[in-house]
């Protein structure tokens, strides 16, 4: 597609609850990486997916979160036993190969919010 | 590790005026340097990137940052703010010679006062 596109947009689920949310990136784009936006928090980061290489998962927060991607395209990040503190905007961008200096491509992100 | 820290956590200025983001950066390597905007319920948009060529470096919508390493500093800034520049502004860097993520800072929001 011609942007990085995640869905849900808004995702409302109750406190231990399992949620899913998805990125679809930039065809072509061999890069992947997931963040986590809090209020007063900037950006932090989750996860990178860079071709056919085992992800960098040094930014996950807990054991509860996980992330695939498959196909080297659409990528899946799964929040188990959700938390109030996992509510946030979870933002996913897709670069060029793993070069950083292409910047990044943002899809309009996820509003997780659990109650 | 690489950082960023971002002056003010919310900046204020009247229609025309001149608008000055900061941005100082923490990094062991060269970096490259990344301005994002983004605008209410939307992802971050690039406004520019610094990537080791001309330290002055322009980008969208009037806005310019220079690369001082000095002052490992990386600045934005456009003479005249308009209404439509109102959002958060986020500084991003990254090392220029391997595949580590972009570490953001926690942005600075943007009025502008008609």
């Known amino acids: 597609g011609a942007g990085v596109s995640q869905s849900p947009s808004n995702k409302v689920t109750e406190k231990g609850k399992d949620v899913e949310l998805r990125c679809d990136p930039i065809?072509?784009?061999?890069?992947l990486y997931w963040y986590r936006q809090s209020l007063g928090q900037g950006l932090e980061f989750l996860i990178y997916f860079q071709g056919n290489s085992a992800p960098d998962k040094s930014g996950l927060p807990s054991d509860r979160f996980s992330a695939e991607r498959t196909g080297g395209s659409v990528s899946t990040l799964t929040i188990q036993r959700t938390q109030q503190e996992d509510s946030a905007v979870y933002l996913c961008?897709?670069?060029?190969?793993?070069?950083?200096?292409?910047?990044?491509?943002f899809g309009s992100g996820t509003r997780l919010t659990v109650v | 590790a690489q950082s960023v820290t971002q002056l003010g956590s919310h900046v204020s200025v009247s229609e025309g005026a001149l608008v000055l983001l900061r941005c100082n950066y923490s990094s062991s390597v060269p970096p490259y340097l990344f301005w994002y905007v983004q605008y209410p319920n939307q992802g971050l948009q690039l406004l520019l990137k610094y990537t080791s060529a001309a330290t002055l470096v322009k980008g969208i919508n009037g806005f310019e940052a220079e690369f001082k390493k000095s002052e490992t500093s990386f600045h934005l800034t456009k003479p005249s703010a308009h209404m439509s520049d109102a959002a958060e502004y986020f500084c991003a860097v990254s090392e220029n010679s391997g595949n580590t993520p972009l570490v953001f800072g926690k942005g600075t929001r943007l009025s502008v006062i008609a």
């Open positions: 961008a897709s670069s060029y190969g793993g070069q950083q200096g292409s910047g990044y491509t």
């Open positions: 065809s072509g784009h061999t890069a």
